[in-house]
């Protein structure tokens, strides 16, 4: 996987069972086991996926007695959304330009010229 901790973040979060497990941390954590349950796949298999997300910084697990609840750690999200935002606002000033390119532009077309009485058009 790639060094730089963006990259990772973004290689975790491309597979949909990742994802779907991210969004599911949202409302709570889970262990291994229970973030298996509704996929067909083995407790091995989800154990893989968190791993990725564990390397990517996304995910920690915690020991709870004999629990070891999965956490969602959500300040990885932080430099996700300033890596978007910033994109997103250079996006929204090459509209801005635009619109006030637009804005500059005379409204109408220049007007055709009108054919002579009874003839056609030159």
């Known amino acids: 996987m790639a060094a730089d901790p963006l990259s990772r973040?973004?290689?975790a979060?491309?597979?949909?069972?990742?994802?779907?497990?991210?969004?599911?941390?949202t409302v709570a954590d889970a262990t291994v086991g229970e973030l298996a349950e509704p996929y067909d796949v083995s407790v091995q298999a989800v154990s893989k996926h968190l791993r990725v997300l564990e390397d990517a910084g996304l995910v920690s697990r915690?020991?709870?007695?004999?629990?070891?609840?999965?956490?969602?750690?959500?300040?990885?999200?932080d430099l996700m959304t300033k890596w978007i935002e910033r994109?997103?606002?250079?996006a929204e000033e090459r509209y801005r330009r635009l619109d006030d390119v637009l804005?500059?532009?005379?409204?109408?077309?220049?007007?055709?010229a009108a054919p002579p009485e009874g003839g056609t058009p030159s």
């Open 13 to 25: 979060l491309a597979d949909p069972t990742r994802r779907d497990m991210v969004a599911r941390l």
């Open 9 to 11: 973040v973004f290689a």
């Open 62 to 77: 915690s020991r709870d007695a004999q629990r070891r609840p999965v956490h969602l750690e959500a300040e990885v999200f």
């Open 103 to 112: 804005r500059s532009m005379p409204d109408d077309s220049p007007p055709t």
């Open 87 to 90: 994109y997103r606002r250079q």
